[in-house]
């Protein structure tokens, strides 16, 4: 009876075995195949799990895209880098497979992104002077809150990775930017002013910020990557204290700055930038500084990276245009193969458990040559077809 009893029991095990294994490999085989974009919702990547990679960016690369964010993990806490950077890839922008982390945060204390430092808003570009891809994100030290507003580079011969950690830069130490040179010799500001009175205003337009991190080089928050078509590149972030967009370029291998930058609506307190090319103009869009709470995007124009650029106010139209939808900009991707098709990538943040946070993709249109994002419940790419 005993053994009668272990041999039911240990069969049963087989079949419960079998059977899982069976379901197991049924599921993979009928992972949900996505052919529209539903913002807002849990976004199931092939595994069919919910996409990890927020804040992220994307670069075509042979025929397929690769989508860079930060790994995020669940509860309070859940925004410091405790994996890293991953990437997805995909071959229609609707199905994403995981490719696993590309950039792992360090078990080495010693290392400036070992676990628990900050490693947000990654962007991949390709440099093909030297056949690497160079990875760029804002690094946040461990255990110092926001305060050392640096920004982190790696490269790796794999567009997936591996990358190899290069370091990380406070940008173009001991330079003015462009509209600054020849203005700075002597200049003084008074050390009492008041935040947000007429006096600092003034102060923080004519540098106060740009001198104080002069010889430290200057803040780099929110980031993100251009490549324009001549092969130039440059690293766009929120600087002085948030206040002042800077658009630096990089140098010749796209793991350095060569020092000349610009800077974008002083004391405008713009951070998530996202720009893109069209027709020969280039375009901004941009959050308001409310941490994970959104708030009204920017957009702006100008006919050369370097200005000036011209104000183009609110892109987005209906409920909640106030508040981007509930979103906050990271990347504006060209769609390839299509005229005029670009997304605009946006993260609804999750602070209390970021790893739900959700992703706000939307097709950009353009009215009188600006931009205009309007709400979709579902899209696809046939739109840009219309
Ligand atoms: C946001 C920023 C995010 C993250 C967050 C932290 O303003 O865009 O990337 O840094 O603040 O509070």
């Not at 027709?279 to 050369?304: E, H, Q």
């Not at 209906?318 to 990538?345: C, N, R, W």
Request: charged share 20%; with cysteine.
């Amino acid at each position: 009876m005993r053994i009668n009893n272990r041999n039911f029991t240990f069969s049963t095990l087989l079949v419960i075995i079998a059977l899982s294994m069976g379901l197991c490999s049924c599921q993979s085989q009928t992972a949900i195949m996505h052919s529209s974009f539903t913002p807002g919702e849990i976004w199931l990547d092939t595994d069919s799990v919910h996409i990890n990679a927020h804040g992220g960016g994307i670069i075509f690369d042979n025929g397929k895209y690769y989508w860079f964010g930060e790994h995020k993990t669940a509860g309070r806490g859940g925004n410091s880098a405790l994996v890293g950077i991953g990437c997805y890839s995909s071959d229609d922008l609707y199905n994403w497979e995981n490719e696993g982390i590309a950039l792992a945060s360090a078990n080495d204390p010693d290392s400036e992104i070992v676990k628990g430092c900050v490693m947000e808003r990654p962007k991949v570009i390709y440099n093909e002077k030297t056949d690497t891809y160079v990875l760029w994100f804002h690094l946040e030290l461990k255990g110092q809150g926001y305060a050392a507003a640096r920004t982190g580079v790696a490269t790796s011969k794999n567009v997936t990775g591996p990358y190899t950690y290069l370091g990380s830069h406070r940008p173009n130490a001991g330079h003015w930017s462009i509209e600054l040179q020849g203005k700075m010799d002597n200049k003084e500001f008074a050390s009492d002013l008041e935040w947000w009175t007429p006096d600092w205003r003034k102060a923080v337009n004519e540098g106060l910020f740009v001198k104080r991190d002069f010889e430290k080089g200057q803040m780099s928050r929110d980031m993100t990557l251009f490549v324009d078509d001549d092969g130039k590149a440059y690293h766009i972030h929120s600087s002085e204290e948030n206040l002042t967009l800077h658009i630096s370029e990089l140098n010749d291998d796209y793991t350095g700055f060569t020092g000349k930058y610009t800077r974008l609506f002083p004391g405008g307190h713009n951070e998530a930038p996202a720009i893109f090319k069209r027709n020969g103009n280039y375009y901004l869009i941009a959050s308001g500084c409310t941490g994970w709470d959104p708030n009204a995007a920017r957009s702006a124009v100008a006919t050369s990276i370097w200005g000036p650029w011209e104000s183009l106010g609110n892109p987005c139209i209906g409920k909640d245009a106030e508040l981007t939808f509930h979103s906050q900009s990271t990347y504006v991707l060209p769609v390839q193969g299509k005229k005029d098709a670009y997304i605009y990538m946006g993260d609804r943040w999750r602070p209390r458990n970021p790893i739900d946070g959700r992703y706000i993709w939307l097709p950009i249109r353009f009215e009188n040559e600006k931009p205009v994002i309007e709400w979709h419940d579902e899209w696809d790419l046939n739109i840009f077809d219309n």
